[in-house]
C-alpha cells in the first residue's frame, strides 16, 4: 500500500487500513427477448450499398483461464470474492483483416473475455506477435478489447489501484491472458485466407437498461430527445465470410455490463457475452469442444458505461424493514439512504444469476443469428489503422466554442465508493450526493492513501471531491495510468473506435457522431460511413461521461477519472486522426511518450503453492462421494461427485480441463462435456492448510435432450509434493445411466 511495508505496521493498523481499502474499492470495476425484424443503418444514413469487397480474412481462439482458487476476481473489487472454482473458461478470440493486394497491411482485432484491457497486457502480446511476425504486427494495429465481464480472475492489470483487492499483481494471470491470446492470434494468422465482409445491425430491447438513469438525465433535453431509449439497443454486426459465401464467423457490438453474476459468485466465468460466444458457436458446431470449435462468434462490448444486465431494475432487499421489495430510490439508488441493499435484478433472478446471464446471452445470440441469416450489405474500400498515445495529465485543448479547457491527473471522486446497483458499495458513500466529502473520518483516510490533491488538481477535478488522488500517488509504483492509448480501425465504410475505457451511452452517441461527421466532411468515407465503439480496450482509463452527466457525480462521473472534460478531450483527439484513415494516408501520427513499463516493480502478497496431500488412507482422485448407481438420472437432476484434490494453481491446464463428462460408446469412453459446458462447474475446497488436503466436486446438470446411455465423471489434477515435481492424476466416479 502507500503507507509502508505492512511488515513494519502493527497488526491493528495493517488490518485496519485492509478492511478500509476493501471498502473504499466496493463496486472499483462495477464499473462496474430480442425483439424486432433487423435493420441496416448506418449511424444516420440509410441504406447502406456496397460493391462486394474481397480481404484477407483470419480467425483463431485460445484459452485464457488463470488461477480458478485463492485468487481475487476482476470486476466488483471485493476482497471476500476470491475464486473457489470454475464454471466456464475464458477465452480469447482473434479476426484478423488483411488487404487482399498488400497483405501486411492488416489489422488484429483481439476480443478477450476479460474485465477490461491493460497496458502491460498488451506490451507483452504486442512484443510477442512483432517477433514472431516482424512484418505483420506492430503496436499500431493490435487492438486489445475486453468483454468487461466480471466474473474472471484477476490481478493482471499493471496499475496498482486495480491491484489491491487481488492482494498485488499475479503473475499467472496476466501469463494465461497473455499466453492463450498470442496462441489465439497465431491460428487466425495460420488460417488467413480470401474472404468478404458485410455488416448490418438489429435492436435488441430487453437486453440491458441505463444504471443510472438520474445522470442520464443531465444531457440536454433537445439531446435526448433524438433518442428512444436512455441506453443504445443496437447490436451491430460484422460479418466474416470465405471466398464462396460461407460464414466463419463475426464480431458484433452490443453495450451492456458484463455484471449479470454478482459479486457473490466464486467460480470464474465469463458472463453474458462469453456465454454467448458458446451458444452461438454450440449453436454452428454442436459436436466440437469448447476452444476447438473453428467458427468464431465475437460479442464486443460497447459504450457500456451506464448500462446494466439487471433488466428488472434496482429493489430494495432490506428484510425487516418498510422498504423491504421497493424500487431503489432514484436519484441515489438508495434503500433508507444506504446503499448496501440497493441491487439490480436480472431477468432470471427468481431462478439464479447464471439464469440471468443465459438470459442476457440469448438476447444477444437470437439478434446475432437474425442478422447472420440474412443478406447483408457488402464492405468494400481500403483498410487503414491508426494508433497514438494521449497523456491526460492537464492536457489542454479548444472546446469547437473556442474555449480552451484541460484534463486532469487522475482522481476517484466520493461517489465511486458508493458503487452501482449492479455491486454497490458501504457506509456513507453514495451516489450523487458528495456530502460524504464531509465526513471527517473519511477526510483522514483518504490523505493517509494518496496524496493530498493540490489546488490546481481540485479546480481541475472540480466538481467532483477528490478521495483518492491517485495521478499523484507513485509508490511502489503507479496508482493508475495517465496516458492511454488512442486507436481507431477502418475496413472500408466501416470503422471501430477502440476505447480505453467505459464510455456511457449519451457519451459514447456523441463520440460516434463526432467521428461519423468528420470522416464524411474530409471526404474519407461517404454517407454511408458507419462508426462503431469498442471497449474498456488496450489501457483502462475507467469511465468517460458526458460534462452533463459528470457534474452529477454519480459512480460513473466520480471514476471519470481525467475530470470534467474527458470525453471532449477524446473527440477533440480521434477527430484529430481522422485524416489517417484516408484512402491516400501513411503513417502514424506523433504520439506522447508510451506508458512505463510497470510490471518489472509489481509486487505480489499472494503465496504459491506450498505443497498438497491426499491425506491418511488416500490416493489424488479418489472418490469421496460418489454417483448415484441405483437408479438413472433424467434432464434437469445434478450429477455430483467428490474427489480427494490438489490445488489447481499447479497447472492451469491452458487448452484442456479439469474434468470431462464421458459418454461409454462402442465400449470405449468419449469425453462429451468438459469444464467450458456452462452444464458443469468445478468446485475445489481447502479441508486443511496444514495437512495440505483438499477436495473437489464436479457437478453436471444433465441438458434435454441428452442422449440415454451409460456415463461417468472424470477429474483430472496435478499434485505438487513437499520435495519434487508436480504430478497430474486422473480420478473417475462409478458409471451411471441417463434415461430417456
Not at 464454471?87 to 478477450?112: E, P
Request: proline fraction near 5%.
Amino acid at each position: 500500500m502507500y503507507l509502508a511495508d505492512p511488515s513494519t505496521l502493527p497488526s491493528d493498523l495493517w488490518g485496519m487500513m485492509r478492511s478500509t481499502m476493501q471498502l473504499l474499492q466496493q463496486g472499483l470495476f462495477c464499473l462496474a427477448a430480442f425483439i424486432t425484424s433487423a435493420n441496416v443503418l448506418t449511424n444516420g444514413a440509410q441504406g447502406v450499398q456496397g460493391v462486394a469487397g474481397q480481404y484477407l480474412l483470419g480467425l483463431g481462439i485460445g484459452d485464457i483461464t488463470g488461477p480458478v482458487v485463492e485468487t481475487n476476481m476482476m470486476g466488483y473489487a471485493s476482497l471476500a470474492q476470491t475464486d473457489t472454482g470454475l464454471h466456464m473458461r475464458q477465452r480469447s478470440r482473434a479476426w484478423i483483416v488483411a488487404d487482399a493486394n498488400n497483405a501486411t497491411n492488416r489489422f488484429v482485432f483481439i476480443n478477450a473475455d476479460i474485465a477490461m484491457g491493460d497496458t502491460g497486457i498488451r506490451r507483452s502480446i504486442v512484443a510477442a506477435l512483432s517477433e514472431q511476425y516482424p512484418q505483420y504486427y506492430n503496436n499500431d494495429n493490435i487492438a486489445l478489447v475486453s468483454t468487461h465481464q466480471h466474473s474472471g480472475v484477476g490481478g493482471y492489470l499493471e496499475d496498482l489501484l486495480p491491484q489491491l483487492t487481488a492482494l498485488g499483481y499475479v503473475k499467472a494471470t496476466a501469463d494465461a491472458i497473455v499466453a492463450g491470446t498470442v496462441l489465439a492470434v497465431q491460428r487466425a494468422h495460420n488460417n488467413v485466407a480470401p474472404g468478404k465482409l458485410s455488416f448490418g445491425n438489429t435492436s435488441i430491447v430487453d437486453g440491458n437498461i441505463n444504471r443510472s438513469p438520474s445522470a442520464y438525465l443531465a444531457n440536454p433535453a433537445d439531446e435526448r430527445a433524438r433518442y428512444q431509449y436512455d441506453q443504445d439497443k443496437d447490436l451491430t454486426l460484422l460479418r466474416f465470410d470465405d471466398a464462396s459465401g460461407n460464414a466463419r464467423g463475426f464480431l458484433s457490438f452490443f453495450a451492456v455490463h458484463g455484471t449479470s453474476l454478482y459479486e457473490n459468485n466464486t467460480l470464474v466465468s465469463s458472463d453474458n457475452k462469453g456465454m454467448a460466444a458458446y451458444l452461438y458457436e454450440h449453436m454452428v458446431e454442436p459436436n466440437s469442444m469448447p476452444g476447438n470449435n473453428t467458427f468464431i462468434a465475437g460479442f464486443t462490448q460497447s459504450n457500456v458505461g451506464d448500462t446494466s444486465p439487471n433488466t428488472l431494475g434496482a429493489f430494495c432487499e432490506s428484510p425487516g424493514q418498510p422498504w423491504d421489495g421497493q424500487a431503489c430510490e432514484f436519484e441515489h439508488s438508495t434503500c433508507g439512504n444506504k446503499t448496501e441493499d440497493c441491487h439490480g435484478r436480472g431477468p432470471g433472478f427468481r431462478i439464479s444469476d447464471f439464469e440471468s446471464n443465459r438470459i442476457i446471452a440469448q438476447h444477444q445470440v437470437d439478434a446475432a443469428s437474425l442478422l447472420m441469416g440474412q443478406t447483408l450489405p457488402s464492405v468494400s474500400g481500403s483498410l487503414k489503422y491508426v494508433h497514438t498515445y494521449m497523456n491526460m495529465s492537464f492536457r489542454q485543448f479548444q472546446l469547437p466554442n473556442g474555449t480552451t479547457v484541460e484534463t486532469c491527473p487522475p482522481a476517484m471522486g466520493f461517489s465511486f465508493a458508493g458503487g452501482t446497483t449492479d455491486g454497490p458499495g458501504a457506509f456513507d458513500f453514495i451516489q450523487g450526493d458528495n456530502s460524504t466529502s464531509q465526513n471527517p473520518f473519511w477526510e483522514i483516510v483518504k490523505s493517509a492513501v494518496t496524496p493530498v490533491p493540490d489546488q490546481q488538481q481540485i479546480d481541475c477535478q472540480a466538481p467532483k471531491p477528490i478521495l483518492l488522488n491517485t495521478g499523484f500517488a507513485h509508490f511502489p509504483y503507479e496508482w493508475s495510468p495517465s496516458t492511454v492509448d488512442i486507436q481507431m480501425l477502418r475496413v472500408g465504410n466501416f470503422v471501430m473506435l477502440i476505447m480505453p475505457g467505459e464510455l456511457t451511452t449519451m457519451a459514447g452517441r456523441r463520440l460516434r457522431d463526432a467521428v461519423r461527421t468528420k470522416l464524411i466532411a474530409q471526404g474519407v468515407i461517404g454517407d454511408d460511413a458507419y462508426v462503431v465503439i469498442a471497449g474498456p480496450a488496450n489501457t483502462y482509463g475507467h469511465y468517460v461521461t458526458t460534462p452533463e452527466e459528470y457534474t452529477v457525480q454519480r459512480y460513473e462521473g466520480a471514476s471519470t477519472i481525467f475530470g470534467k472534460w474527458t470525453l471532449d478531450s477524446y473527440i477533440d483527439k480521434y477527430g484529430s486522426l481522422v485524416s489517417y484513415l484516408a484512402d491516400s494516408a501513411t503513417g502514424q501520427p506523433p504520439s506522447d511518450p508510451a506508458p512505463v513499463d510497470q510490471t518489472s516493480k509489481a509486487i505480489s502478497l499472494q503465496t504459491g503453492v506450498v505443497f498438497d496431500s491426499a491425506g491418511i488412507g488416500h490416493s489424488y482422485g479418489d472418490v469421496m462421494t460418489d454417483v448415484r448407481t441405483t437408479s438413472a438420472y433424467t434432464a434437469g437432476e445434478a450429477v455430483i461427485a467428490t474427489f480427494v484434490g490438489a490445488n489447481p494453481r499447479n497447472n492451469l491446464r491452458l487448452e484442456q480441463t479439469f474434468l470431462s463428462v464421458d459418454q461409454l460408446v462402442n465400449n470405449q469412453w468419449t469425453s462429451v462435456r468438459s469444464d467450458s459446458h456452462p452444464s458443469t462447474t468445478y468446485q475445489w475446497t481447502r479441508t486443511s492448510t496444514i495437512l495440505g488436503t483438499s477436495t473437489v466436486n464436479i457437478t453436471w446438470v444433465v441438458e434435454d435432450g441428452t442422449p440415454a446411455g451409460t456415463y461417468r465423471l472424470t477429474y483430472f489434477g496435478d499434485q505438487k509434493p513437499f520435495i519434487g515435481d508436480i504430478g497430474p492424476f486422473v480420478g473417475h466416479s462409478s458409471s451411471f445411466t441417463i434415461s430417456a
